[in-house]
C-alpha cells in the first residue's frame, strides 16, 4: 500500500527522513543517499508500506505505524510538481487482460460479442497506452485487427494507436477490457479513465461524446478541446467550432434505453455503433436517418419529430415489424410441428456430429494476407459489415468479399 503526504512546510521532510533512517537504522539496514536536498525542492513524498490502521494525514505521520518488517526495504518516492494528483496505475486490475493481442485475436473477438464497454491498448515496449469505449466492443476489435482499416482511417486522420498499430504490430501490444457498463453510461466513463490515466495515444482529452443538446455547451466544449491541444490542426478546430455553431452534430438514439448521445462527427458516431462511416453518411443523406435493431442516428439539424414521420422511417418501422412477425411465426410452426416429438439416440448423434464437425469461416485479406477465424457466418459478415446472406454466397460461389475471400 502506498500512503501519500502532503507537506506544508519543508522541514517535516527532515523529521521523517530521520525518523524513517533511525528506523532503518535500527534494524541494522543499509541506509543510502536517496537525493540531494541542496538540489531538489521536495514538495510531495510518498513511502511504501505494510497496510496500517492509522491513516496518513497532511500535518503529522506517527513513526509507530510505519509497520515495517525487518525484510522490507521502504522506498522513496517525489515530484517536483507541487499539488499533483498522484494515482497509482499499478493498484488498478482490468476486467480481462490479453497479454497478447496478436496470438488471442479469436479469444478478443469471441470474449466480448454484444458487450459494451472501456477498452485500454499498452504499448509493451514504451509503456504506452491508448482508452477507447464502443456500444458493442468485439465489434470495434474486429476493425482493429483489420490491417487495411486501419491503413485507409491513418490517411484521413492524425490517429496514433492506429499508426502505432501498424508500425509495431500486435504482438507488441496487450489489450485490456477497463470495465464493462451499460451502453447509455459508455462515454461518461472512458471519460473518467481519460482523466485518471492520461494515455498517450489519446490526441483528444474528451471521450468522443457530448452529452445534452444544448448547442452553447458543444461550442465550449470544441473550444476547450481546441485550446487543450495544440496538436488539433486548425482546419480541424475550425470545423469543430463551425459544425456546432451550426448546431449541427450527430444524435444517436439507443433504442433500448431510451437515451440519448451526441457525436461531433460522423465519423465518431460510427466508431461508436460500429459501422464504416461512409456507410452511415451515406444512409443519412439518402433517408435522413439510419436504424438498426440498437440505435436511431440522425443530424441534430432534424428534429426527432420529423424523423419520425418520415415515410422512409415508417418504411423501416413495417419492414422490421413484418420481419419479426414471420421470425416468430416460424418459429411457432416450428415448435408446433415438433412438439410432442421425441428424438431418436441416432438423430441426436448425428445433430451432436454435425454441431462439433461445423467449420469456422476464415476471412483472409487479399491485401495483407492476414487470416482472421470466426465460429458462424454471421460473426464473419459483422466484422466485413455485409450481410450474413451475401457471405455465404461468397463462400459458395468462391467469391471475394470486400477486399477478403471468405471460405469454410
Known amino acids: 500500500m502506498e500512503i501519500y503526504i502532503e507537506l506544508l512546510e519543508l522541514p517535516i521532510v527532515y523529521l521523517l ?13 543499509t541506509v543510502t543517499k536517496i537525493f540531494n536536498f541542496n538540489k531538489i525542492i521536495i514538495q510531495k513524498i510518498s513511502l511504501s508500506l505494510y497496510e496500517s490502521t492509522t491513516t496518513a494525514r497532511q500535518d503529522a505521520i506517527s513513526t509507530s505505524n510505519l509497520g515495517l518488517r525487518s525484510s522490507v526495504t521502504s522506498t522513496l518516492h517525489y515530484s517536483t510538481k507541487a499539488n499533483s494528483p498522484v494515482i497509482s496505475d499499478s493498484a488498478f486490475v482490468p476486467v480481462i487482460s490479453y497479454s497478447n493481442a496478436d496470438k488471442e485475436k479469436i479469444a478478443i473477438l469471441e470474449s466480448n460479442k454484444n458487450r459494451s464497454g472501456i477498452y485500454r491498448w499498452v504499448n509493451l515496449t514504451t509503456g504506452n497506452t491508448y482508452i477507447g469505449s464502443s456500444g458493442n466492443v468485439s465489434n470495434r476489435f474486429s476493425k482493429y485487427f483489420n490491417i487495411k482499416f486501419l491503413v485507409n482511417e491513418v490517411t484521413k486522420n ?30 461518461e466513463r472512458e471519460q473518467y479513465y481519460l482523466d485518471r490515466f492520461k494515455p498517450e495515444y489519446n490526441i483528444l482529452k474528451v471521450a468522443g461524446s457530448l452529452r445534452g443538446f444544448k448547442h452553447s455547451e458543444a461550442t465550449k466544449e470544441a473550444m476547450s478541446l481546441s485550446k487543450k491541444d495544440s496538436i488539433i490542426s486548425e482546419e480541424t478546430r475550425l470545423k469543430i467550432a463551425t459544425t456546432l455553431s451550426k448546431g449541427e452534430y450527430i444524435v444517436v438514439k439507443v433504442l433500448e434505453t431510451d437515451s440519448f448521445l451526441s457525436f461531433i462527427s460522423i465519423r465518431k458516431a460510427a466508431e461508436f455503433i460500429d459501422i464504416h462511416p461512409s456507410y452511415l ?19 441534430s439539424s432534424t428534429p426527432l419529430e420529423e424523423i419520425l414521420k418520415l415515410e422512409t422511417y415508417k418504411n423501416a418501422i413495417t419492414n422490421e ?8 411465426t416460424s418459429k411457432e410452426l416450428i415448435r408446433k410441428a415438433n412438439l410432442g416429438k421425441t428424438l431418436s439416440p441416432e438423430t ?48 459458395t460461389n468462391n467469391k471475394s468479399c470486400k477486399g477478403h475471400i471468405v471460405q469454410r
Do not use: H, W
Open 321 to 328: 415489424d413484418r420481419t419479426k412477425k414471420r421470425t416468430e
Open 17 to 29: 527522513l530521520f525518523s524513517l533512517i533511525e528506523r532503518l537504522q535500527t534494524q541494522k539496514k
Open 348 to 395: 441426436i448423434a448425428k445433430i451432436t456430429l454435425n454441431s462439433k464437425n461445423a467449420k469456422p469461416v476464415l476471412v483472409t485479406n487479399i491485401e495483407t494476407k492476414e487470416i482472421i477465424e470466426f465460429s458462424s457466418a454471421s460473426a464473419a459478415a459483422k466484422y466485413l459489415g455485409v450481410d450474413e446472406s451475401y457471405v455465404r454466397r461468397c463462400i
Open 281 to 299: 453518411a451515406k444512409t443519412i443523406k439518402l433517408s435522413g436517418f439510419y436504424k438498426s435493431k440498437e440505435f436511431l442516428v440522425y443530424k
Open 158 to 187: 492524425n490517429s496514433m494507436i492506429y499508426r502505432s498499430l501498424i508500425k509495431n504490430g500486435y504482438s507488441n501490444f496487450k489489450l485490456e477490457i477497463l470495465e464493462y457498463c451499460e451502453i447509455d453510461v459508455v462515454i
